[in-house]
């Protein structure tokens, strides 16, 4: 029988360890010196691992691949890629706001992992953003909206709300606005998983919109 109770508390707990992972990390920024390409690894070896706790928690729990609803399909991904085009354009729109507003993001983190080599482009395009996105979106949508919504018996509307709460706090490293639209976009993205019950259409999205803010702020 599958425990949802105990598989939903330590997806909780996993999250909130994310969180202070990721602040400590920021505050560590200033304190390292090395190259981006050192930094990208470093991020995606640290969610690889975390991926695979969360899946082996998951077996451990009898957890069904079903309840994160990968929904694999080619119409899935371009639902995602135009999504994710959408968001992009819209999350760079509302950066500007906050620009205009003197309320900025902290670009110290995204400058420090932005490649400096061809080599470092293709690490960043073909490796470390397919599983920053791909863990995200395991854990902050997956999880604790797909899984628990059909363990708990709870809204995936009201737990894509606290999700996106939590996905805003783990990515404190850019500042107040930074978090505030993180937020907002993970809000979207639970929004795109919900509706088109697929997993893949929120990380394709997710991944699309971190390499135009990568290609965009590179140029």
Same mark, same amino acid.
């Given at each position: 029988?599958?425990?949802?109770?105990?598989?939903?508390?330590?997806?909780?707990?996993?999250?909130?360890?994310?969180?202070?992972?990721?602040?400590?990390?920021?505050?560590?920024?200033?304190?390292?010196?090395?190259?981006?390409?050192?930094?990208?690894?470093?991020?995606?070896?640290?969610?690889?691992?975390?991926?695979?706790?969360?899946?082996?928690?998951?077996?451990? +729990?009898?957890?069904?691949?079903?309840? *994160?609803? $990968?929904? &694999?399909?080619?119409? !899935? /991904?371009? @639902?995602?890629? #135009? %999504?994710?085009?959408?968001?992009?354009?819209?999350?760079?729109?509302?950066?500007?706001?906050?620009?205009?507003?003197?309320?900025?993001?902290?670009?110290?983190?995204?400058?420090?992992?932005?490649?400096?080599?061809?080599?470092?482009?293709?690490?960043?395009?073909?490796?470390?953003?397919?599983?920053?996105?791909?863990?995200?979106?395991?854990?902050?949508?997956?999880?604790?909206?797909? +899984?628990?919504?059909?363990?708990?018996? *709870?809204? $995936?509307? &009201?737990?894509?709300? !606290? /999700?996106? @709460?939590?996905? #805003? %706090?783990?990515?404190?490293?850019?500042?107040?606005?930074?978090?505030?639209?993180?937020?907002?976009?993970?809000?979207?993205?639970?929004?795109?998983?919900?509706?088109?019950?697929?997993?893949?259409?929120?990380?394709?999205?997710?991944?699309?919109?971190?390499?135009?803010?990568?290609?965009?702020?590179?140029?």
């Amino acid at each position: 029988m599958t425990d949802w109770v105990a598989f939903g508390a330590f997806a909780v707990v996993l999250s909130v360890a994310v969180v202070a992972m990721t602040r400590r990390s920021a505050r560590l920024l200033d304190r390292v010196d090395l190259p981006p390409v050192a930094l990208l690894a470093n991020t995606a070896g640290t969610q690889v691992v975390l991926g695979v706790v969360v899946a082996a928690a998951g077996w451990l +729990a009898s957890v069904p691949l079903s309840a *994160v609803r $990968p929904g &694999l399909s080619v119409e !899935a /991904a371009a @639902v995602g890629a #135009g %999504a994710g085009v959408a968001l992009a354009a819209g999350n760079d729109a509302l950066a500007r706001v906050f620009d205009a507003a003197g309320a900025g993001y902290d670009e110290s983190l995204r400058a420090a992992l932005t490649p400096e080599t061809p080599r470092g482009w293709v690490f960043l395009f073909f490796v470390a953003l397919p599983v920053v996105a791909g863990f995200e979106e395991l854990l902050f949508r997956g999880v604790l909206v797909g +899984a628990l919504a059909t363990g708990l018996g *709870v809204s $995936p509307w &009201l737990l894509a709300v !606290a /999700a996106s @709460v939590l996905f #805003g %706090a783990s990515h404190t490293a850019q500042g107040v606005a930074g978090v505030t639209v993180t937020a907002l976009l993970g809000l979207v993205l639970a929004g795109v998983f919900i509706v088109t019950d697929s997993l893949l259409a929120a990380v394709v999205a997710h991944y699309v919109v971190n390499a135009v803010e990568f290609g965009v702020h590179a140029q």
